[in-house]
């Protein structure tokens, strides 16, 4: 076991947990990861064995057929996965965050359908609050919930859905005006409804298109796609809760695990850079001694893995509040916007260790250099983090009298 990242007080359960995933990315995900990525071929092999490991139920109730493990057993996990290969990471984590959103806010009847069978993962799933016009700005929705008898007809376009083809279950968040005057406040005015749609492009269900993948410069192998309904008709039963007007903050709820699983995702990666640059430095020589033993290089192996130390620690940290039941957003936000950065600077330092070697695609740095950036933009940009970070900073330490 490497030295760095290690993470103190865990149980028996969760290192051996974390060991045996470990050994998995080693042997599984590893090996084929850069030669699938440069395909953009969808791992099937690699996902069919995480169902084996249980994978999709670690944080599903062990009355639902789940784990019943900790967000913190659960970012341990995704740090490991995305050291070997970060697409499979986003596979697991939108699939998650609606497994999330169900416990904590479903009806009886919605944890009873979807729960058993998520845990397998035979029924897999993505959420979608992003449109084409918005970005992070989620107040802007335009699609929308329109009432109609015992049903809601939803029509408007979604972007930027990880597993928007492969996943059955889509949670959407539109905005559903019905009992809400108007003026009312766009986030109270927003409801997330649980489509149920067949995995696949094209029509996937009546009034419910997805067109196809979007090519991407990274995060490859995973499905990136748009959603686009058209008079798409959902039972009043598939509502989140059943209750219209609280899908922002049930979005809000599952976004801020989320990106503590970015923030575990940056670990990853910056942890698997680390390892290329320090064992690539110990092989190569340049005037007559490893480059490893010339002090440039070795300044750049200390600031990667002072890097790698400090945001596995926040990472840890944030989950660990969100286990406890305390409001870990300021946590969430600062380790995701720390991890992500520190993974883009990691990242860049191995591809200089690497010379002209990290420009060719025969080296796994070339793919980790493309991914990075991903994680700057993912579940809320870095100036978002920043945003959130300043404005609970000012809640907590607000001038008194």
Not at 149 to 162: A, F, P, R, S
Not at 206 to 230: A, H, N, R
Not at 311 to 333: T, Y
């Amino acid at each position: 076991m490497a030295r760095l990242a290690q993470t103190a007080g865990l149980t028996d359960v969760q290192q051996e947990i974390v060991s045996t995933v470990r050994d998995f990315v080693d042997k599984e995900i590893i090996p084929v990861a850069t030669e699938l990525e440069h395909r953009d071929e969808y791992p099937q092999q690699i996902v069919d064995g995480l169902k084996e490991l249980g994978l999709f139920g670690l944080m599903i109730p062990e009355e639902y057929g789940g784990l019943g493990e900790s967000l913190l057993t659960y970012a341990l996990c995704v740090e490991e996965i995305a050291r070997g290969w970060m697409s499979v990471s986003g596979i697991i984590n939108t699939h998650f965050i609606v497994a999330y959103m169900l416990k904590q806010h479903g009806t009886q009847e919605q944890k009873d359908h979807f729960l058993p069978k998520m845990a397998l993962g035979e029924i897999r799933g993505a959420f979608s609050m992003s449109e084409p016009g918005l970005g992070s700005d989620v107040s802007a929705i335009t699609s929308k919930a329109v009432k109609d008898g015992d049903e809601y007809v939803l029509n408007g376009q979604k972007m930027w859905l990880t597993n928007g083809g492969t996943s059955s279950l889509v949670a959407v968040l539109v905005r559903s005006d019905e009992g809400h005057p108007e003026g009312t406040a766009p986030h109270k005015s927003m409801t997330t409804f649980l489509v149920e749609k067949e995995p696949g492009f094209g029509e996937v269900r009546p009034g419910l298109t997805v067109p196809g993948k979007i090519d991407k410069m990274g995060y490859k192998g995973v499905d990136t796609t748009e959603l686009i309904m058209d008079g798409l008709r959902v039972p009043a039963d598939r509502v989140l809760g059943g209750v219209t007007g609280r899908g922002f903050y049930q979005m809000m709820d599952g976004v801020e695990v989320g990106r503590v699983n970015v923030a575990a995702r940056g670990c990853g990666v910056a942890q698997r850079a680390f390892e290329l640059g320090v064992s690539y430095a110990q092989q190569r020589h340049t005037f007559g001694k490893p480059i490893a033993q010339h002090q440039a290089i070795q300044f750049k192996l200390a600031e990667m893995a002072t890097k790698v130390e400090a945001a596995h620690a926040m990472m840890v940290n944030a989950a660990r509040k969100k286990d406890s039941g305390e409001r870990n957003d300021l946590e969430a936000g600062m380790a995701k916007y720390l991890a992500s950065e520190y993974c883009k600077e990691v990242v860049e330092d191995a591809f200089r260790i690497h010379g002209g070697y990290g420009f060719s695609k025969e080296y796994e740095i070339e793919r980790l250099y493309r991914e990075a950036p991903m994680l700057l933009i993912g579940e809320g940009t870095a100036e978002i983090q920043k945003m959130i970070i300043g404005r609970r900073l000012l809640e907590e330490y607000r001038l008194q009298g």
